[in-house]
């Protein structure tokens, strides 16, 4: 039989059943998480140009018989009620302001009015103006805000700037804060997933390949080995179905990644995502914080280590003799 068509006695062992599970678990997570996150990115940037299109603030969409608060600097400190003035444009609008009073502005104390734009009850549909400032004031100076009515909820959402609303009328920052909980969520368990299928990996006696490069007659390989203590000098090699493709040579280590060198006339060459097999075979303990909230998503560790074979945890597994 060929180095090509060994396959590890490793491949059998409960543990590589659960990191199989485990990182199609973990890979399916990561995978939602981006294409979530990703729809978000699009749904937030369509509500932030909706807003810029709009002239953010200044921009209020209202119902007919609906009112909406609304407020601005006041450029004169001594200014009374009486001073306020405003215009609908056009005149024959059918929005009118109410005016509530003065206050200071929450983060630098400076001088600002509130008050109520209201619609009227009998108000078409269309897009109005309303301009409100204090009186003898350069109209210029004036706070002019742009007023769309709409009949009802589903024309002002066919009408909105933003496309997202148009076609689920959905309000694009609640929905891309929905999105972001998934995505995030989606992304931790990816995350705690790979913490775990790490453990399985290691306890197996084997690094996964994270890269490998030309060099010479030999492809060189790369893996993260950590502080652990590596005996010998050369490892065999598995495929990501733990099928042998030979013995890899050590070169040399730092950092934790240590890059050793397979021959490249071999049949089958190693690529990112294989395995090298550094370590014996070990039982698998993870911490109680590990087992957690994912040790349901393992389906039993408990139950699967007692039907192990004691019997599989040298061959195959470690050093120069699997």
């Not at 652990?228 to 495929?239: F, Q, S």
């Not at 240590?258 to 990112?272: G, N, Q, S, Y």
Request: proline share 6%; net charge positive.
């Amino acid at each position: 039989m060929s180095d090509t068509q060994m396959v590890s006695p490793l491949a059998s062992t409960p543990d590589w059943f659960m990191f199989s599970a485990l990182r199609r678990r973990q890979r399916a997570s990561g995978f939602f998480s981006a294409i979530v996150m990703t729809l978000c990115l699009i749904v937030l940037c369509d509500g932030l140009i909706s807003q810029m299109r709009g002239g953010g603030s200044y921009r209020i969409e209202m119902l007919p018989g609906t009112s909406e608060a609304v407020s601005g600097p006041m450029a004169d400190p001594k200014a009374v009620a009486g001073d306020m003035e405003f215009f609908p444009i056009p005149q024959d609008a059918p929005i009118t302001f109410e005016f509530k009073g003065f206050f200071s502005s929450y983060w630098f104390g400076t001088g600002m009015w509130r008050g109520y734009l209201h619609a009227s009850d009998s108000a078409p549909s269309g897009t109005y103006q309303m301009a409100i400032g204090l009186r003898g004031t350069p109209s210029a100076a004036h706070q002019v805000y742009t007023v769309a009515i709409a009949a009802d909820k589903f024309e002002q959402d066919r009408n909105s700037l933003s496309f997202v609303r148009r076609w689920t009328s959905w309000n694009p920052f609640y929905l891309a804060a929905i999105l972001a909980a998934f995505g995030l969520s989606a992304g931790v368990a990816s995350y705690m997933l790979g913490r775990r299928t790490e453990g399985l990996l290691s306890s197996l006696g084997l690094s996964e390949i994270f890269k490998t490069s030309p060099d010479g007659i030999f492809i060189r390989v790369y893996n993260v080995t950590g502080q652990r203590d590596l005996a010998g000098k050369n490892w065999v090699a598995y495929d990501s179905s733990l099928r042998r493709l030979g013995k890899v040579i050590f070169d040399r280590s730092s950092n934790g990644v240590t890059e050793c060198l397979f021959v490249k006339d071999a049949p089958v060459l190693p690529h990112r995502g294989d395995f090298v097999a550094f370590w014996e075979r070990t039982p698998f303990n993870p911490s109680p914080v590990r087992r957690g909230f994912f040790h349901g998503l393992a389906g039993g560790r408990k139950a699967a280590g007692a039907g192990a074979d004691p019997s599989s945890g040298h061959s195959g597994a470690g050093g120069i003799s699997a």
